[in-house]
C-alpha cells in the first residue's frame, strides 16, 4: 500500500513539473501559424492584410470613435486580419487547429482524445486568443466581433443561416449586419434581409470578393436563420470550458506540487 502510494505521489509530482514547465515553455511560443501563404488561403494574395500586432492595435477602439465608426471599421480588420482557411482540408497540427499543448495541455487532450470535433478542431472564445491564432472562418470572425462589440458598450447578437454565421447590432436605432469574415456592412435587420435579399447586390463584390459571391449570399440570406446571444449562448459549454481551462492548465500542477511538498513535510515532521 505504501509502495503504491509513493509511486502515486511520484507520478504527480513528475507529472507537475511537466506540466509546469511545458506552460513556461509555452509563453514563449507564438499561437500565429508560420506558414501563411497565400496557397493555402481562400482569398490567396487578398488574404491576412495586417500583421498580428497591427490586428492588436486596430481591433480595440478608439477615443474619437462613435459606436457606427467603430462597428463599421472593426468588420473590415477582422477580415483583414484573419486568415482564412478551408477548415476541413489541413492536418489540425499544421496550422493550430488542434490547440498545442504547450498553448493548452487540457484542450490538446480534449482535441487528441475526446472524440468531440470542435476540440479536434478549436474556434477560441476568448477574442484576444482569436487575434493572436489570427486563422478563421466566419464563426472565428462573428465571436470576435461580438465581443469586441459588447466589451465597448455595443449590444450584439450572432445570426446563424445555414452555411454561414454574422453578427447583427443596433446602433443609432438602426439595426446593421455585420459580415466580419468578408469585411461587409449590411445596414438592414436579419428579418428584412430575409425578406429582401437584393439589398446587398454589389455589397460584397464591392469589397472586391467575386460577384458569384453576391448571388450566394442572396441565396444564403433568403433562408432561415437563428438568435444567438453573444458566443456564451452560441457555444455555451465550450466557452466556459475555455475560461476553466486556462485557469486550470496552471492551478492543477500547483495544487500536484503543493501535495507532494505537503506529504515530504509531513513525512519529516512524523
Known amino acids: 500500500m505504501k509502495l503504491a502510494f509513493k509511486a502515486c505521489l511520484s507520478f504527480i509530482l513528475i507529472s507537475s513539473i511537466g506540466l509546469m514547465l511545458l506552460n513556461?515553455?509555452?509563453?514563449?511560443?507564438?499561437?500565429?501559424?508560420?506558414?501563411?501563404?497565400?496557397?493555402?488561403?481562400?482569398?490567396?494574395?487578398?488574404?491576412?492584410?495586417?500583421?498580428?500586432?497591427?490586428?492588436?492595435?486596430?481591433?480595440?477602439?478608439?477615443?474619437?470613435?462613435?459606436?457606427?465608426?467603430?462597428?463599421?471599421?472593426?468588420?473590415?480588420?477582422?477580415?483583414?486580419?484573419?486568415?482564412?482557411?478551408?477548415?476541413?482540408?489541413?492536418?489540425?497540427?499544421?496550422?493550430?487547429?488542434?490547440?498545442?499543448?504547450?498553448?493548452?495541455?487540457?484542450?490538446?487532450?480534449?482535441?487528441?482524445?475526446?472524440?468531440?470535433?470542435?476540440?479536434?478542431?478549436?474556434?477560441?472564445?476568448?477574442p484576444y486568443k482569436s487575434v493572436e491564432r489570427g486563422i478563421g472562418i466566419c464563426g472565428d470572425a462573428s465571436i470576435l466581433m461580438s465581443q469586441m462589440l459588447e466589451k465597448n458598450g455595443i449590444e450584439a447578437d450572432i445570426l446563424t443561416f445555414p452555411g454561414h454565421v454574422v453578427v447583427t447590432a443596433n446602433i443609432d436605432d438602426q439595426q446593421f449586419i455585420f459580415d466580419a469574415d468578408f469585411g461587409v456592412v449590411i445596414p438592414t435587420s436579419a428579418e428584412q434581409l430575409n425578406q429582401d435579399v437584393g439589398i446587398i447586390k454589389g455589397l460584397y463584390s464591392g469589397q472586391g470578393h467575386p460577384e458569384s459571391d453576391d448571388r450566394f449570399f442572396q441565396y444564403t440570406y433568403s433562408k432561415p436563420f437563428q438568435v444567438w446571444d453573444g458566443p456564451e449562448h452560441f457555444i455555451t459549454k465550450k466557452f466556459y470550458f475555455e475560461k476553466f481551462a486556462y485557469v486550470a492548465k496552471w492551478l492543477l500542477p500547483v495544487l500536484g506540487l503543493l501535495l507532494c511538498l505537503f506529504n515530504i513535510r509531513k513525512k519529516r515532521l512524523g
Open 24 to 126: 513556461f515553455y509555452g509563453l514563449t511560443q507564438d499561437l500565429r501559424p508560420k506558414n501563411l501563404t497565400p496557397d493555402v488561403l481562400r482569398f490567396g494574395d487578398r488574404d491576412v492584410l495586417l500583421s498580428k500586432q497591427n490586428f492588436f492595435q486596430l481591433v480595440e477602439k478608439t477615443a474619437q470613435e462613435t459606436p457606427l465608426e467603430y462597428a463599421k471599421r472593426v468588420t473590415k480588420v477582422i477580415a483583414d486580419g484573419t486568415a482564412h482557411l478551408d477548415w476541413e482540408t489541413y492536418d489540425p497540427v499544421a496550422f493550430h487547429q488542434l490547440v498545442p499543448a504547450w498553448e493548452n495541455w487540457i484542450l490538446f487532450l480534449m482535441g487528441k482524445y475526446s472524440g468531440i470535433p470542435e476540440y479536434e478542431r478549436y474556434h477560441f472564445s476568448n
